[in-house]
């Protein structure tokens, strides 16, 4: 029974989330599988994958052939590498000790890769939250200066019309008192 190791699709409409699986190649997408190997989360950045490594490597030792999504996967975590290494540990160019102090070297450097990439993006989301707070604060004090503005020329529209209703009602009341004579 030929194996793969592939992606099972669950989640909601635009919001996919994978279980990563051994199953036979003739089985649905989404059907029967041997045995679940992890999980995939694209929705989040940088992207969430759980994964039993030991296990994919025991799949992948046993001839199982991963899709090239799959294979994308298993390579960022690295199941691809322990695979080659132990191929090399049976073969008898490295021993178990050499092979796992490479993998460790590697899992640490690919940590500090990921961290750091984390640190960017919470960086570049301060960066653009900051932007946009000061732009916010730009609209609103131009809002202000406008609204002092229009309160100002009202204010000066006002009393022109007094200044201009005063001397004719002085003038009326002028005409009153010389009628009233």
């Not at 030929?2 to 592939?6: A, D, G, S």
């Not at 570049?124 to 932007?131: L, N, V, Y």
């Not at 730009?138 to 100002?152: G, H, L, T, Y």
């Given at each position: 029974m030929?194996?793969?190791?592939?992606l099972q699709r669950h989640g909601k409409k635009g919001k996919p989330f994978y279980w990563i699986v051994a199953a036979d190649s003739r089985a649905k997408r989404d059907g029967r599988f041997l045995e679940k190997l992890?999980?995939?989360?694209?929705?989040?950045?940088?992207a969430t994958i759980d994964l039993d490594i030991d296990g994919s490597v025991k799949w992948l030792?046993?001839?199982?052939?991963?899709?090239d999504t799959a294979r994308a996967i298993l390579s960022y975590k690295g199941a691809m590498l322990k695979n080659h290494l132990a191929g090399g540990v049976a073969k008898g160019a490295l021993t178990e000790e050499e092979a796992e102090k490479k993998f460790q070297a590697w899992l640490d450097e690919k940590a500090g890769k990921v961290a750091s990439k984390?640190?960017?993006l919470a960086k570049?989301?301060?960066?653009?939250?900051?932007?946009a707070l000061e732009a916010e604060k730009?609209?609103?004090?131009?809002?202000?200066?406008?609204?002092?503005?229009?309160?100002?020329e009202e204010e000066?529209?006002?009393?022109?019309?007094?200044?201009?209703?005063?001397p004719e009602a002085e003038a009326t009341e002028e005409t009153k008192e010389e009628a009233a004579e």
């Open positions: 030929p194996v793969k190791i592939r992890g999980t995939y989360n694209p929705n989040t950045n940088p030792q046993n001839g199982a052939q991963p899709t984390e640190e960017s570049a989301k301060a960066d653009a939250k900051a932007k730009a609209v609103n004090e131009a809002r202000v200066a406008e609204a002092v503005e229009e309160v100002v000066a529209a006002e009393v022109e019309a007094a200044a201009e209703e005063a």
